[in-house]
């Protein structure tokens, strides 16, 4: 089965994808997430290769990618140096993420609907990025750090899977590193 061409996704408070919605020039996607570059393994130095970005993907009403806002705040490494510092990596993230959704004209949080999409920034790619599994199966995923899940839990109900269908998306994928989180929607 072939992914759709346009993907909903649900807006959930307090979860994975409470930044998302509608705003006066489309759709808009928002998060704050870990991402490596391409190619990334476990090392030595991994500490560093390992950012904290903020990102805004902006989508015209019909689900079009129009454009991303992609900012780094920081290393993994920096913010295990100062993890509750108010000048910490994730701080500066979350005072970030406040600033560019507040820039979002007629900002109303809701459920979206959009196409897949695939950019790299630094090495590292973004987007709601179609993929063939094992099996012949179709699938997607949000980058750079993902959770795969089911039509039918995270996005509740908003599509349904069949025995044969492999289609999967993903909320925004957010991983917190650490055992308290980043503070807000990062479990």
């Known amino acids: 089965m072939a992914v759709p061409q346009i993907i909903p996704i649900a807006h959930e408070p307090g979860y994975r994808t409470s930044t998302i919605g509608r705003f006066d020039g489309g759709q808009f996607l928002a998060s704050i997430t870990y991402g490596s570059p391409d190619g990334f393994a476990l ?24 454009g991303s806002d992609i900012w780094c705040a920081g290393t993994w ?11 910490s990596v ?3 993230a979350e005072a970030r993420l406040a600033d560019v959704l507040a820039g979002l004209a007629g900002r109303e949080y809701g459920d979206i609907a959009i196409r897949p999409f695939r950019l790299t920034v630094d090495g590292v790619v973004f987007g709601l990025v179609t993929e063939c599994h094992g099996g012949g199966g179709a699938g997607s995923t949000t980058g750079p750090s993902s959770i795969r ?25 957010v991983r917190a590193h650490s055992p308290g989180g980043l503070r807000r929607g990062l479990r």
């Open 43 to 66: 090392g030595d130095g991994w500490e560093e290769r390992n950012r904290l970005f903020v990102v805004l993907h902006r989508f015209d009403h019909d689900g079009h990618h129009q």
């Open 77 to 87: 490494a920096e913010q295990t140096g100062r993890p509750h510092d108010a000048g």
């Open 90 to 92: 994730a701080a500066r």
């Open 149 to 173: 899940t089911g039509w039918g839990s995270r996005l509740r109900g908003t599509a349904s899977t069949t025995p044969d269908a492999a289609v999967k998306a993903v909320a925004v994928a």
